[in-house]
């Protein structure tokens, strides 16, 4: 048989057995491995489940804003500072919107809960980058709660009915006693620091000073005579002793009369 002839029957065996599978293990192309992208802000799913732990396992934080009663719409902060009546708080959590001034809030709640650090502005907003924490220094004065009068301090340190502390922010102006308090709360904040201010007012840090620093005057109708000794003058008094002096009967006066041949001498 000629080379030619058996060239042509090898190469017709060789197909056969490749169209029937036999002729060996075919070798499958791996996909090729995944190049890094370089973006190094996406997070795995545990990432993701972390995260979201951390979050719930944080305090919840609320923003209080000011509402009318009667229908939750949202009004300026001086009315719930002045505790009038129609208004009161409501706490929005620090994850929802607060409502702009003249909105309803979507979600909240009317009993004060922990963690309320903040107030929002005016248009409303998310988040704390909008919101204001509370963390002012003020100054507390005692007034009467309903005409907002200022009074001496010992009328609120004595814890008496009809009185409250009224906190004005360190950079307004203090009235002085008897004059009437505007543009501060009712409401504290335990993060800010607390000053008292000198009866006649002033500009705030010009008449702050801390309750230990100074002692408040207290009200004129209880004040008291002091039963310390004077400091004057300590002499004792006069001395009793005898005196020294000659204690001899004064002179008599003593007058001669004669009559003829009598004398009469009469002292008296």
Not at 16 to 21: P, Y
Not at 56 to 61: K, V, Y
Not at 105 to 125: F, H, I, L, Q, W
Not at 126 to 141: A, C, H, P, S, Y
Request: charged share 30%; proline share 9%.
């Amino acid at each position: 048989m000629s080379p030619t002839v058996l060239r042509v029957a090898a190469l017709s065996v060789a197909a056969l057995l490749m169209a029937t599978g036999c002729g060996g293990n075919r070798i499958e192309a791996k996909p090729p491995s995944p190049q890094p992208s370089g973006d190094y802000s996406e997070t795995t799913d545990d990432d993701e489940q972390g995260s979201e732990e951390d979050d719930e396992q944080g305090p919840a934080e609320y923003v209080e804003i000011c509402v009318r009663k009667t229908s939750l719409v949202r009004a300026e902060y001086q009315p719930c500072d002045d505790e009038e009546k129609g208004y009161t708080w409501y706490f929005v959590p620090m994850t929802a919107k607060v409502p702009a001034v003249g909105k309803r809030p979507g979600t909240g709640m009317s009993v004060e809960p922990s963690g309320v650090d903040y107030r929002a502005p005016r248009r409303g907003g998310k988040g704390r980058r909008v919101m204001t924490f509370l963390n002012q220094d003020v100054i507390q004065i005692c007034v009467k709660k309903r005409t907002r009068t200022r009074v001496p301090d010992a009328h609120c340190v004595a814890d008496e009915k009809g009185y409250a502390w009224y906190y004005l922010l360190l950079s307004r102006r203090i009235p002085a006693v008897g004059l009437m308090a505007v543009n501060g709360s009712f409401r504290s904040s335990e993060y800010s620091a607390t000053f008292r201010a000198r009866p006649g007012g002033g500009k705030g840090r010009k008449v702050a000073f801390k309750p230990r620093d100074e002692v408040s005057e207290e009200p004129e109708d209880k004040k008291t005579k002091s039963t310390r000794p004077t400091t004057g003058s300590t002499r004792p008094p006069a001395s009793t002793r005898p005196s020294t002096a000659s204690t001899r009967p004064p002179a008599k006066h003593c007058t001669t009369t004669r009559t003829g041949k009598v004398t009469t001498r009469r002292c008296s």
